[in-house]
């Protein structure tokens, strides 16, 4: 089955440290990735869509310059949490669009800023 | 309110029983998925049914969808302890290029030996 691989798992940091997440689609090709964010016992926020080879569309209230997506190739999007802060601190999650409609999940990155 | 609401929030049944998850939407819909979440790890797509689908089955899973309700039901039979999860409904709105999917809430299930 498709398989997506999230890079790192967890990430404990001072504040004003900038943070990438990658998410990999390991076998198949995702033309389409999406990065959520969420908070404990609560569901998953849309942040943004990743598009290969354009720039990522970033839902209401998300900040584009905080939030830097990167989608170089058919299989890689990046997250990059720039000057992160304690209130970023969350359970980000990545996934890519498969067929049918459906979504293939990473196992999520724990940001921890102190 | 939040399109794709799940209820109950929690639910705590007997290794054996039958878990029956509720989720509500309000806009029309291209089709309907439920995932599993584990905790502190990614979701799991369980089964899609598309809004001309009105009950889908998948080994232990059942699905229903009443497009007239607006109103999806995910039932796990037999359960057991593995079963114990986060269960999110997701509705896709598009169908095209506007693709994304919406969670709702969640429901905790939890399965007791």
């Known amino acids: 089955g498709a398989v997506v691989s999230q890079h790192p798992s967890r990430v404990i940091c001072k504040s004003g440290t900038s943070v990438k997440i990658e998410c990999r689609s390991l076998?198949?090709?995702?033309?389409?990735m999406f990065w959520y964010r969420q908070f404990p016992k609560q569901s998953l926020m849309l942040m943004a869509t990743?598009?290969?080879?354009?720039?990522?569309?970033?839902e209401q209230g998300v900040e584009k310059d905080k939030f830097l997506i990167n989608h170089a190739s058919l299989t890689l999007s990046t997250l990059t949490v720039t000057s992160a802060h304690p209130e970023d601190s969350s359970f980000y999650i990545c996934?890519?669009?498969?067929?049918?409609?459906?979504?293939?999940f990473g196992d999520g990155t724990r940001l921890s800023i102190l | 309110s939040q399109q794709g609401e799940e209820d109950p929030q929690a639910l705590s049944i007997q290794e054996g029983e039958n878990a029956t998850m509720n989720c509500s939407y309000k806009t029309s819909i291209n089709n309907l998925q439920w995932y599993r979440q584990n905790s502190g790890r990614g979701l799991v797509h369980l089964i899609l049914i598309r809004s001309n689908e009105r009950e889908k089955h998948s080994g232990r899973l059942r699905v229903t969808l009443d497009t007239s309700k607006k109103s999806s039901s995910l039932l796990i039979t037999a359960s057991r302890a593995a079963d114990t999860a986060s269960y999110f409904c997701a509705t896709d709105l598009s169908g095209g290029s506007n693709y994304k999917l919406t969670f709702g809430k969640g429901t905790l299930l939890t399965v007791n030996p």
């Open positions: 996934s890519a669009r498969g067929t049918g409609g459906i979504q293939h």
């Open positions: 076998d198949f090709q995702a033309t389409t």
């Open positions: 990743s598009n290969e080879g354009s720039k990522a569309t970033y």
